[in-house]
C-alpha cells in the first residue's frame, strides 16, 4: 500500500456543524522504534502494549465556514486555552491535509484533557495525537463512507503524522508498526493489530514508577537524529526485525520467560543506543538503577515473572500477570515506591484502543 490509497476521494462538507469526542490511549513499546527517515517513517518495526487507563479525551467541535485561507482553530488543554501547543497542531494540520481535504472547511475547537498527570514525565503526545485524529477521522466518516478497516488504518496513518509511536494506540491489546518480513500486512505507514495474545498476556500489567517527573532531557525528535549517524544503528535495525520474531512468538506462546528476556533487552539496548551516540546521553537515574536491581533480585527469589521496560527517560514500566497483581502490589508499596518522586506510580494494564464517544 502507498500513501496514495489514504488520499480521500472528493466529497461534499454536508455537514453544517457538530461536536466530536474521543479518547484514545498511550501505548509503551516492547521491541522499540528508535530512528526514522523521510515522513516519520521508522527505521525498523516495532511492537506495543495499548494501555488502557493513560488516555488523553478530546472534543472536536466544528463549524462550517466559508473562505477560509488558513487552518482555523482554537485550541484548549484542560480547561485552558495553549498558544503553545497551537504550532504543534498547525505542523500536524500542515502534514495531513493532503488527506483531509475537509479542513479548510471549518472551525474547529479543540479540547483535550489527560486522565494522566501532565507533568509526571509520561509522554502524551502519543494519546493526543490518536485522539485527534480518531476525531478528525470520525468527521471524516460521516462526510463520505469508510469501512472499519480503513478507518483504523487511516486513523493510525494519520496518528503517525502526529508523533511515530501514536499509530501504535488505535487498537489492542498490542499492535506491530513497521515494515517486518513474517508479519502480513505490516506497513511503515500504519500499525496492525497483534491480537494473538496467550491467555498468560490477558490483562497484562503495567505499573508506571515516576522516578522523574521532569521535562523531558532529549526530545523524541533529537533522539531519532542519533540514530543516523550511529555506528551501530544498521546492527541495531537487524537486531530489532529478529527480536520482533521472537517477541511475537513468546507473546502467542506465553513463554514469559522470553518475553522477559527480549522485553528487558530491548529496554537496555534503547538507552545503550543513547549511550553511545554522538553526542551521548544517559537518560536512566540512579534510581532507575536501583529499581532494575530490586526486579532483577525479586525474580530470582520470589518466582514471579515480574519485567521492566524504559522509554526515553527514567520512570520505570513494570510488566506483570495480571494473578500475580496482589503480590506485587506488596513490593511495589514496600521497595519500589520508595525510588519514586513523592512516591508516585501510575497503574495501568493492557487495552483495547481508541473509542469514539
Ligand atoms: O513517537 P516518538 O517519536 O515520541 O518516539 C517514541 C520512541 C520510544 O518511546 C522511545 C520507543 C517507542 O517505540 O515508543
Known amino acids: 500500500m502507498t500513501v496514495d490509497h489514504f488520499l480521500s476521494k472528493s466529497y461534499d462538507c454536508s455537514l453544517d456543524e457538530g461536536k466530536i469526542i474521543c479518547e484514545a490511549p498511550s501505548n509503551i513499546a516492547l521491541v522499540k522504534y528508535w530512528g526514522k527517515f523521510a515522513n516519520q517513517m521508522p527505521a525498523?518495526?516495532?511492537?506495543?502494549?495499548?494501555l488502557n487507563n493513560c488516555k488523553s479525551i478530546t472534543s472536536?467541535?466544528?463549524?462550517?465556514?466559508?473562505?477560509?485561507?488558513?487552518?482555523?482553530?482554537?485550541?484548549?488543554?484542560?480547561?485552558?486555552?495553549?498558544?503553545?501547543?497551537?504550532?504543534?497542531?498547525?505542523?500536524?494540520?500542515?502534514?495531513?491535509?493532503?488527506y483531509l481535504p475537509f479542513l479548510k472547511n471549518y472551525h474547529f475547537t479543540i479540547k483535550s484533557e489527560n486522565t494522566f498527570p501532565h507533568s509526571s514525565g509520561i509522554a502524551s503526545s502519543a494519546s493526543a495525537m490518536s485522539a485527534l485524529s480518531g476525531c478528525l477521522m470520525q468527521l471524516e466518516r460521516q462526510l463520505t463512507n469508510l469501512s472499519e478497516t480503513d478507518f483504523l488504518n487511516k486513523t493510525s496513518f494519520l496518528s503517525r503524522l502526529g508523533s511515530g509511536?501514536?499509530?501504535?494506540?488505535i487498537a489492542g491489546p498490542a499492535m506491530i508498526w513497521g515494515q517486518h518480513a513474517n508479519t502480513p500486512h505490516s506497513s511503515d505507514l500504519y500499525a496492525v493489530t497483534f491480537d494473538h495474545l496467550h491467555d498468560?498476556?490477558?490483562?497484562?500489567?503495567?505499573?508506571?514508577?515516576?522516578?522523574?517527573?521532569?521535562?523531558?532531557?532529549?526530545?523524541?525528535?533529537?533522539?531519532?537524529?542519533?540514530?543516523?549517524?550511529?555506528p551501530f544503528a544498521q546492527n541495531r535495525f537487524k537486531q530489532a526485525h529478529q527480536n520482533l520474531d521472537e517477541m511475537k512468538l513468546a507473546l502467542s506462546s506465553g513463554d514469559l520467560e522470553k518475553f522477559i528476556h527480549f522485553t528487558e533487552s530491548e529496554a537496555l539496548t534503547l538507552h545503550g543506543m543513547m549511550m553511545t551516540?554522538?553526542?551521548y546521553f544517559m537518560l536512566m537515574k540512579p534510581n532507575t538503577?536501583?529499581?532494575?536491581?530490586?526486579?532483577?533480585?525479586?525474580?530470582?527469589?520470589?518466582?514471579?515473572?515480574?519485567?521492566?521496560?524504559?522509554?526515553?527517560?527514567?520512570?520505570?514500566h513494570l510488566l506483570?500477570?495480571?494473578?500475580?497483581?496482589?503480590?506485587?502490589?506488596?513490593?511495589?508499596?514496600?521497595?519500589?515506591?520508595?525510588?519514586?518522586?513523592?512516591n508516585q506510580y501510575i497503574c495501568d494494564h493492557i487495552g483495547q484502543g481508541l473509542t469514539i464517544k
Not at 165 to 169: G, I
Not at 201 to 222: A, C, M, P, R, Y
Not at 329 to 340: A, D, G, M, P, T
Open 44 to 50: 525498523n518495526p516495532s511492537i506495543s502494549f495499548t
Open 60 to 98: 472536536l467541535a466544528f463549524e462550517k465556514k466559508s473562505n477560509l485561507t488558513d487552518f482555523s482553530f482554537d485550541f484548549y488543554f484542560e480547561g485552558e486555552k495553549k498558544p503553545a501547543f497551537e504550532g504543534k497542531i498547525q505542523t500536524f494540520f500542515n502534514r495531513i491535509s493532503p
Open 165 to 169: 509511536s501514536a499509530c501504535r494506540s
Open 200 to 230: 498468560n498476556f490477558q490483562n497484562f500489567q503495567d505499573t508506571i514508577l515516576l522516578v522523574d517527573k521532569g521535562e523531558k532531557q532529549v526530545s523524541s525528535t533529537v533522539g531519532h537524529e542519533l540514530m543516523n549517524n550511529h
Open 277 to 279: 551516540s554522538s553526542p
Open 289 to 316: 538503577l536501583s529499581i532494575i536491581n530490586e526486579i532483577w533480585h525479586y525474580r530470582q527469589t520470589e518466582n514471579v515473572p515480574l519485567s521492566f521496560t524504559l522509554d526515553a527517560g527514567a520512570n520505570v
Open 320 to 342: 506483570y500477570p495480571d494473578k500475580d497483581k496482589n503480590k506485587v502490589f506488596e513490593f511495589i508499596i514496600n521497595r519500589l515506591s520508595l525510588y519514586c518522586q513523592n
